[in-house]
Nanobody, 126 residues
Framework: QVQLVESGGGLVQAGGSLRLSCVAS????????MGWFRQAPGNKRDFVAT????????YYADSVKGRFTISRDNAKNTVSLQMNSLKPEDTAVYYC???????????????????WGQGTQVTVSS
């Protein structure tokens, strides 16, 4: 089992920045790909970004490409999401997720992930 805890959400004005963090605990000795998803009220949970266990490859939803950056520190069991140039449409609950994976495997779909955090609210005001 792996437990994930997100932090760093909050209220920010449009054009501002936030940095989300996710700390993993439990069976972290295995290799995991990590992802960030978000869910706005009335919407399904959408893919935001994912990073391979190696950290060498990261992929983004088109809506956040160029504005968000995912990174990880395996020594600290953390994954982060730096969000710049935030827009009101980025408002959502953001979830960290993990899936056991190979060195460079990539996972885009929420159904593929095994473990989820409790979520952190991000609100962007116009």
């Amino acid at each position: 089992q792996v437990q994930l805890v997100e932090s760093g959400g909050g209220l920010v004005q449009a054009g501002g920045s936030l940095r989300l963090s996710c700390v993993a605990s439990g069976r972290t000795s295995s290799s995991y790909a990590m992802g960030w998803f978000r869910q706005a009220p009335g919407n399904k949970r959408d893919f935001v970004a994912t990073i391979t266990w190696s950290g060498r490859n990261a992929y983004y939803a088109d809506s956040v490409k160029g504005r968000f950056t995912i990174s990880r520190d395996n020594a600290k069991n953390t994954v982060s999401l730096q969000m710049n140039s935030l827009k009101p449409e980025d408002t959502a609950v953001y979830y960290c997720a993990a899936v056991r994976s190979g060195y460079s495997s990539v996972y885009y779909y929420s159904e593929q992930y095994d473990y989820w955090g409790q979520g952190t609210q991000v609100t962007v005001s116009s």
